[in-house]
């Protein structure tokens, strides 16, 4: 064994066993798509006397805090996304409407005494307007009956704690205790001391609490305590038949106090334990099927050579999954559908340097598998750095642009992209190397894997065609598939889904199959004429709408109810109209940077011709890509723009091992016509081609049988991406090349030489 073979091999035992010790102790964490509960995004509101920035921000976020904490939530998480938004993650919670209304009050907590009650108040009191100079107002109880109210004594910085008990001695149930400090200690004994003149059962002997204008509790103070002396001592206790919830809520709401801005509810999801955990499941069986379909496809192709690339491919999944748990990220459905996907892209590095091994087997006089393997790690090493750089370029994109689960995906397909590389450079160099000194291989050295031809290439030896002869044609059918597809733009229009337009969507499954189209006739009677519905799979059912309120929901669900005996919601999304409009806006610029990076790179790797001709093709499979899903009624959404960004990634791979050979041929054959090197560099590198897309394939088709109704469109957005980016990569970028050249291909062997690129 070399010394550079030890050194891999320490690192990477070093690597791995590190992984091992990271992926037994620590565990990654679920995101709600994945384990169930709620997610709210909140944005923070200026008023004439409070601006909303950073700082309001970040008090707000301290209120709310305690807030959830009183909800008794398990594990909630909350964090800053900008100066004015806060995402909070509820897992468990499955009543968004009711965590909304607790954490989005906002004004102020005020403890008032109660002057009597009122006969016939106004409307205006009823809103809690000020009345006469004595700022007089009229509010409902928390009965319902108007109660006037004087000016506030207290407020809720004069709180100093609230907490729900229960007195199972005295047999009062649950009641609520509230602390007051400073100068509301003394506040309170006055206000009650007040109340406590009046006559037991008169109005005028409660205490009004009021928050958000509206009156959360209006106790009476007990017959024990005496006029003017009122409840001394800093603490008080608030009775009245609580059950559990109502006491802890009251206490929660007392505790909080007020917000320092409103807050509005741009963004919620809520998603049932039932659907994350089908999705898990579903998931895992995709990733085992697709894994084994292609572990034996790489044993089949690369015989030994392919049964350690698969051991390598084991310890990925392992890098992979370590990596995720150290750095505390949040694994969600696009992201577990990401990290089986990688697993199909990290074949391709292991592809990239068997071909080429079989390459530099072929043409040496006496050939060895040991060096032959060398060969082709080291001649593969640039193709793989720049097509992995370039997944790294989508991967930053999702991760800076995107948000939620696509964001989450952009971290997953990003680590999976650097596990990869390790894995294929290191792992698999170690391993491969090792097996490749063996006696056993060097006497055998078809055995290897890396000794013969291979069925793709040695067809293409045979017949060598000249692809290339007439690139305008293949332009031309290009351009005619692009024309298809966008015509399903023009004629079917985009379906954006309900992240890039605002709404709600609501998933359902039923005890019974519904008729999609007699739910939506019986949605448009029931007052809902705009509402889109789909059926997912047997029993599961989508709607989508225009904003709803709570009332309108249970309208919805009672609809769906009556047509399928029986509907549990699994899923329930609302966006606003603003944040669906700057995640519409967010999407196109991902789109415009994804491209323009590409290209910057591209052009600084090998020359502006060829990254020109690499971007157009990458505008050709989003098109095409767009188109299809145009046809076929798909909703355009943000796991569509994930898998999307990722097609542009895996066309550009394509691109860039056809250039990186083309660019190795131009080196050798200055002379040459640039049409007979380009067609050359597509037959030598179309092996890798066809492997590298058929182990994708093998993953994708196993996410999209058994991946379950969420990640059917997902699978099935990169499958034909798949097939269209190796098309634009062959068919569409290196003809588009060949053209833009000017070189016909007709010049002689003297005539000017070809530009290094």
């Known amino acids: 064994m070399t010394r550079s073979l030890r050194v891999r091999a320490l690192c990477a035992l070093a690597v791995l066993a590190l992984s091992v010790f990271i992926a037994a102790t620590v565990p990654v964490r679920l995101g709600l798509d994945l384990r169930g509960g709620t997610q709210i995004v909140l944005e923070t509101r200026s008023t004439p006397t409070a601006a909303a920035d950073s700082e309001a921000t970040d008090r707000t976020v301290e209120v709310l805090r305690g807030r959830i ?31 909304t209304e607790v954490l989005g009050r906002t004004a102020q907590l005020t403890f008032h005494e109660v002057l009597g009650a009122a006969e016939k108040p106004d409307k205006s009191a009823q809103k809690g307007k000020d009345r006469g100079p004595h700022r007089e107002r009229v509010l409902k109880d928390d009965s319902g009956d108007p109660l006037r109210l004087a000016a506030a004594s207290l407020t809720g910085e004069d709180v100093k704690s609230a907490d729900a008990r229960i007195d199972q001695q005295r047999g009062t149930g649950w009641h609520v205790t509230v602390d007051f400090e400073g100068k509301g200690r003394a506040g309170w004994a006055g206000l009650t001391g007040q109340a406590a003149c009046q006559p037991p059962g008169d109005p005028a ?35 009245g038949r609580f059950s559990h919830e109502e006491a802890r809520e009251l206490a929660l709401l007392i505790n909080g106090g007020a917000l320092p801005v409103p807050v509005e509810t741009v963004e919620q999801r809520t998603v049932g334990p039932t659907l994350g955990a089908e999705a898990i499941e579903a998931s895992a069986w995709a990733a085992v099927v697709g894994t084994g379909l292609t572990a034996l496809f790489i044993v089949t192709v690369y015989r030994l050579m392919g049964a350690l690339a698969v051991v390598a491919l084991a310890c990925y999944g392992l890098l992979s999954y370590a990596a995720l748990a150290a750095l505390g990220a949040t694994l969600t459905l696009p992201g577990l559908a990401g990290f089986v996907l990688a697993i199909g892209m990290a074949v391709d590095a292991n592809v990239l340097v068997f071909e080429r091994a079989r390459e530099e087997y072929a043409a040496r006089s006496r050939p060895s598998t040991r060096t032959s393997l060398a060969a082709g790690f080291r001649n593969a090493f640039s193709a793989i750095a720049d097509s992995n750089i370039t997944t790294l370029i989508a991967a930053a994109l999702l991760f800076f642009l995107a948000s939620g689960p696509v964001r ?70 290009s351009a005619a598939a692009v024309l298809l597809a966008t015509a399903g733009i023009a004629v079917r229009g985009l379906d954006l889904g309900v992240e890039f337009t605002g709404g709600r969507l609501i998933e359902y499954t039923t005890t019974e199959s519904v008729d999609p189209d007699k739910a939506r006739a019986a949605l448009a009677d029931a007052g809902f004429p705009r509402a889109v519905v789909q059926s997912s799979g047997d029993d599961n059912l989508t709607v989508r709408t225009d904003e709803l309120s709570n009332a309108e929901e249970e309208e919805v669900t009672a609809t769906v109810s009556g047509l399928a005996g029986e509907a549990e919601k699994l899923r329930d999304e609302v966006v606003g109209p603003s944040i669906g409009e700057e995640l519409r806006q967010g999407a196109l610029i991902a789109l415009a940077v994804a491209l323009g990076s590409q290209l910057l790179y591209l052009a600084a790797r090998f020359r502006w011709l060829l990254g020109s001709a690499a971007v157009v093709a990458m505008a050709h499979d989003v098109l095409v890509l767009v188109g299809v899903f145009a046809w076929l009624g798909k909703p355009l959404d943000g796991v569509f723009l994930a898998a999307l960004l990722t097609v542009i990634g895996y066309s550009v791979n394509d691109s860039i091992v056809v250039f990186d050979r083309l660019r190795e041929l131009s080196r050798g054959r200055r002379t040459a016509p640039f049409p007979e090197l380009a067609n050359r560099a597509v037959l030598q590198t179309l092996p890798r081609t066809v492997n590298t897309g058929l182990g994708a394939v093998f993953i994708l088709s196993a996410l999209a049988v058994l991946g379950g109704d969420s990640l059917t469109d997902f699978a099935l957005a990169l499958l034909i991406g798949i097939v269209v980016g190796t098309w634009s990569s062959v068919f569409t970028a290196t003809p588009l090349a060949v053209t833009l050249t000017g070189d016909t291909g007709k010049k002689s062997r003297s005539a000017k030489p070809v530009r290094r690129s």
């Open 69 to 99: 904490d009183a909800l008794g939530v398990t594990e909630p998480t909350l964090t800053r996304s900008g100066d004015n938004r806060i995402i909070v993650e509820l897992p468990g919670v499955q009543d968004p409407e009711k965590a």
């Open 205 to 239: 002997r409660r205490v009004a609490i009021v928050l958000d204008d509206k009156v959360i509790s209006s106790p009476q103070v007990d017959p024990s305590v005496t006029c003017r002396t009122g409840i001394t001592g800093g603490s008080t206790e608030i009775t």
């Open 408 to 477: 989450g995906f952009g971290v997953t397909l990003g680590i999976g992209v650097i596990a990869s590389m390790f894995s294929a450079l290191v792992i698999t160099r170690v391993l491969a190397e090792f097996a490749a000194s063996r006696r056993a291989v060097r006497q055998r050295p078809r055995l290897s894997g890396i000794a013969g031809a291979g069925a793709v290439r040695a067809r293409l030896l045979r017949r060598d065609p000249h692809l290339m002869r007439h690139p305008r044609r293949w332009l031309a059918a």
